[in-house]
């Protein structure tokens, strides 16, 4: 028993010392890999799609796809998992450096009376990690403010990316329709010409002519089906379904036209309002810090020690170490040239997205000057156009007008028509280019920015 009591008294305070250090431990465990492929078949397997308004059998408007697209994206859960790890660093930054623990052990090989085996422990702290400890924390919350920030900017693409895609998909479709409604005119054309021909009453030249109408239209309503399919592949995509999911949309309000002060305003206040400006300004105030911590770290390091040693003369003392660095050949002089390159090529590229989002936003304003212009064109000529069309087909079914004049006149029609369509879809994708460079909310119905 006294055995027992002594042991407990000599080992207790390392036993519990032991004890915790290895409570406050984090203990492993493993996570493995899923190799399991699923993609979400229907809108309610979705973040967002699980509401009443938001079925498979209902169609979306452009805020719903926006919404549905920012909750599920995969490229943004990926987003969104990095910032755990800023924000993992920056709780390992804000933890000071731990203390060194030392310990020694000397056997005597000589056989001398009163030699005993001497001893020595030493506890020490590298006061530099103090001193470094202020600008290390700031570098790397700047670095999270970052991140979040670079997390906003893409989120922000994503929801510009969705209604880009909506629009896409609206006006392809509308294409479509107009191109479905001529093929069918010019099924029943040919048609009808290949029977007068065999009955005798049409041209070989009439008949030739149709064909290369009909064949010609087909083609080209396969390779508009084509791109179609293809924008809605990327949009469900983009709101996390199988890309082989179609998604119902129903027409929402165009994009509405910035007027010029606005444009200037917004543009003015680009470097308070637009997020990856916002993450720039962030990543260069981290470097700043970064650049202070290393001018720090030139000066002499230094490391201070409590010892407490017995020889083997039995002798016990007490004492106080400090090391310190000589900053004769290095000085952290690299790090610093290193640190300050950063920094100004950081500065540069925060000066040329300025620079350049000036110029882009510059070139869309003319841009849509010009689209205007052709759109003004377009409906000027076009309802003449179509009134030349309905003059012409009576006078070709009696054979009073050249096949190849009249089809010409139509397919030009049908051309011009589409091409309106083509230069709406560009003004609008044109107003949803401003929007992003401007950093100009997109709000909903009921006003909420998405």
């Known amino acids: 028993m006294n055995m027992k009591r002594q042991f407990a008294k000599s080992h207790g305070l390392p036993i519990v010392l032991i004890m915790t250090l290895l409570s406050g431990c984090t203990t492993y465990q493993a996570k493995p890999l899923n190799d399991y492929i699923s993609l979400p078949q229907a809108l309610t397997q979705l973040k967002g799609g699980d509401k009443q308004s938001v079925s498979s059998s209902v169609d979306l408007d452009v805020y719903q796809v926006a919404a549905i697209a920012l909750l599920n994206n995969r490229d943004l859960n990926i987003k969104r998992a990095q910032l755990h790890v800023n924000e993992a660093q920056l709780v390992s930054a804000k933890l000071f450096a731990d203390p060194q623990l030392s310990a020694n052990f000397d056997q005597p090989t000589s056989n001398a009376p009163g030699i005993v085996n001497a001893w020595g422990i030493g506890l020490s702290y590298d006061v530099m990690s103090l001193i470094t400890h202020s600008s290390q924390v700031k570098s790397v919350k700047y670095q999270v403010q970052q991140a979040k920030l670079d997390m906003e900017w893409q989120e922000w693409q994503v929801v510009q990316q969705a209604r880009i895609l909506f629009l896409k998909s609206l006006s392809e479709q509308q294409q479509l329709n107009l191109l479905a409604s001529s093929l069918k005119l010019y099924q029943e054309r040919y048609q009808r010409s290949e029977k007068a021909m065999n009955q005798g009453n049409a041209t070989l030249e009439t008949v030739s002519t149709d064909l290369t109408s009909l064949v010609d239209l087909t083609s080209q309503v396969n390779q508009l089906s084509q791109t179609h399919s293809e924008t809605q592949q990327a949009l469900s995509e983009l709101m996390g379904l199988d890309s082989r999911v179609i998604v119902n949309l129903k027409p929402s309000g165009l994009p509405s036209e910035i007027d010029k002060q606005d444009i200037e305003t917004a543009l003015t206040n680009l470097p308070k309002n637009r997020p990856d400006l916002l993450a720039l300004k962030a990543g260069y105030e981290s470097q700043e810090m970064k650049v202070h911590q290393a001018v720090l770290n030139q000066f002499p390091s230094i490391n201070i020690g409590f010892n407490h040693a017995s020889d083997t003369g039995s002798v016990v003392t007490n004492g106080l170490s400090m090391s ?127």
């Open 324 to 450: 310190i660095n000589l900053p004769i050949f290095n000085g952290n002089k690299g790090v610093i040239a290193q640190e300050r390159a950063t920094r100004e090529q950081l500065r540069l590229e925060y000066k040329n997205r300025l620079s350049q989002s000036a110029n882009q936003v510059n070139n869309l304003i003319e841009k849509r000057h010009s689209l205007n212009m052709h759109l003004d064109s377009l409906n000027l000529y076009l309802p003449k156009l179509k009134t030349l069309v309905n003059q012409a087909t009576p006078a070709y079914n009696n054979g009073d007008l050249d096949a190849l004049v009249y089809i010409n006149l139509e397919n030009s029609w049908i051309q011009k028509q589409l091409e309106r369509l083509n230069v709406q879809e560009q003004i609008s994708l044109n107003a949803i280019a401003l929007d992003t460079l401007l950093a100009i909310p997109f709000k909903s119905a009921s006003g909420e920015n998405k």
